[in-house]
């Protein structure tokens, strides 16, 4: 079946412009989660949503940061006034129901803030 | 907080057994992870073990975890050039937590 699908794959844009990155999930995942990987670092965790529960956004750097997931499918990661400190791959992954903490990601989505 | 720590790069040649070896700090993981992240891919989850198990065996890997040391490896026999990759390990805190912490990665190249 299809994966977790995340796009643009890649995004370049100029300091202090907005961008907005799109997650779908896999379809019937109730977790929704987004990482960022910055080079020679780990994955960071940004913000989880589950169900209809208020997300958790305890990871998010800083409140240029900001993310939506409508319906309880797709989710929507904005940044905004970009800055050259935010590039970086965002990754995000859904979780099924009841299966342990096994997260599935996507691709991610690039970015490069000149 | 939590911190997950790995080695940043390993060569091996092809047919040998590669180990990737990880400490974290956090006595209340449940669950400890190995995700493998090929080139422009996303991670995928190779193997998991939970915090009361030593030892998982699954095919050409094999997962040790010593809890009092904080210390877990991921073994790859007869280690092929399609593993090269970069592979994360993560934990999982206590019961409830709603992520997984990540340590750096190690970039795994196998020498033909």
């Known amino acids: 079946g299809a994966g977790v699908s995340q796009s643009p794959s890649n995004k370049v844009t100029e300091k202090g412009k907005d961008v907005e990155l799109r997650c779908d999930p896999i379809?019937?995942?109730?977790?929704l989660y987004w990482y960022r990987q910055s080079l020679g670092q780990g994955l960071e965790f940004l913000i989880y949503?589950?169900?209809?529960?208020?997300?958790?956004k305890s990871g998010l750097p800083s409140d240029r940061f900001s993310a939506e997931r409508t319906g309880g499918s797709v989710s929507t990661l904005t940044i905004q006034r970009t800055q050259q400190e935010d590039s970086a791959v965002y990754l995000c992954?859904?979780?099924?129901?009841?299966?342990?903490?096994?997260?599935?990601f996507g691709p991610g989505t690039r970015l490069t803030v000149t | 907080g939590e911190d997950v720590e790995q080695s940043l790069f390993l060569s091996v040649r092809e047919g040998d057994s590669s180990v990737i070896n990880c400490t974290y700090t956090?006595?209340?993981?449940?669950?400890l992870y190995w995700y493998k992240q090929e080139p422009g891919a996303g991670l995928q989850l190779l193997t998991y073990?939970?915090?009361?198990?030593d030892m998982k065996q699954d095919q050409r890997l094999t997962v040790l975890l010593n809890k009092k040391d904080k210390h877990l490896s991921l073994r790859i026999a007869d280690t092929q050039t399609g593993d090269s990759a970069i592979y994360f390990c993560?934990?999982?805190?206590?019961?409830?937590?709603?992520?997984?912490?990540f340590g750096t990665g190690t970039r795994l190249t196998v020498i033909p």
């Open positions: 992954a859904s979780r099924p129901a009841g299966r342990g903490y096994e997260q599935y």
């Open positions: 379809s019937g995942h109730t977790a």
């Open positions: 949503f589950q169900g209809n529960s208020a997300p958790d």
């Open positions: 956090d006595s209340s993981s449940t669950y």
């Open positions: 073990i939970f915090s009361n198990m």
């Open positions: 993560a934990e999982r805190g206590q019961t409830g937590a709603n992520n997984l912490f």
